[in-house]
């Protein structure tokens, strides 16, 4: 089964810190994906790399970067922490099949990182 | 702009008794389409996806879900729902091959009643 371990169940940090989010997969996937989820909006897109090194904005880049040095693992900084960055982020991988869709195979989804901006 | 719907925030439905998650989507081309389920304090699972072929997809834990271009529909059904089946479902949609935007629904809460 494929694993997707995001390093943190749940994180409280005070407006204005930086704040690093891990995401680590075990099945060699080229496509990673990070989403934040809140009630009532479903799941956002914030960026997602397709390989090493690269990067993609997806719907909400703004007060986000990424960072991905590794092909397990991507990495989601928020520069300076505010409160309405509250909320659940969901890490996402999948391989790539080549057939012209970053979408041909599905998601497989960490358990997610509740966090609380103070 | 490419969106999904999902009409119902939630469905209640009796065990035993067959069930129907609606979704509605609009995007452009051929569209890529996928059910996920989201227990409580866990991430999203994989049920089905819908690329090309069949218009009746048919995925994991019993549930299938019907293509209909001319609707631009995708509901999700089980033909018999157990209280296991409890839980929050999305539809995702993406317009096919080229596409980097997946687009999700706002959720629909399934309670089955024992």
């Known amino acids: 089964d494929v694993k997707v371990t995001q390093s943190s169940r749940y994180l409280v940090k005070r407006t204005g810190e930086k704040v690093f989010l891990e995401c680590v997969q075990d099945?060699?996937?080229?496509?990673m994906f990070w989403y934040r989820q809140d009630p009532g909006l479903g799941l956002r897109l914030i960026y997602f790399?397709?390989?090493?090194?690269?990067?993609e904005k997806g719907d909400i880049p703004e007060g986000y970067s990424v960072s991905r040095e590794k092909k397990e693992r991507f990495s989601l900084i928020l520069e300076s922490a505010s409160t309405n960055q509250t909320s659940m982020y969901l890490c996402a991988s999948n391989p790539s099949y080549g057939l012209g869709s970053i979408y041909d195979s599905p998601l497989h989804f960490g358990n997610g990182t509740r966090l609380t901006v103070t | 702009a490419q969106s999904v719907a999902q009409p119902e925030d939630q469905v209640n439905v009796a065990e035993g008794n067959p069930l129907t998650v609606k979704c509605t989507y609009s995007v452009s081309g051929n569209p890529y389409l996928f059910w996920y389920v989201q227990y409580p304090n866990r991430g999203l699972q994989f049920l089905l996806k819908?690329?090309?072929?069949?218009?009746l997809v048919k995925g994991s834990y019993g549930f299938e879900a019907e293509f209909n271009k001319s609707q631009t529909s995708f509901h999700l059904k089980k033909p018999s729902a157990l209280v296991s089946d409890s839980a929050l479902y999305f539809c995702a949609a993406c317009s096919g091959a080229g596409s980097y935007q997946l687009t999700f629904g706002k959720g629909t809460k399934l309670s089955v009643i024992p």
């Open positions: 790399s397709y390989d090493v090194k690269m990067k």
């Open positions: 819908y690329i090309t072929g069949d218009n």
């Open positions: 099945m060699d996937h080229e496509n």
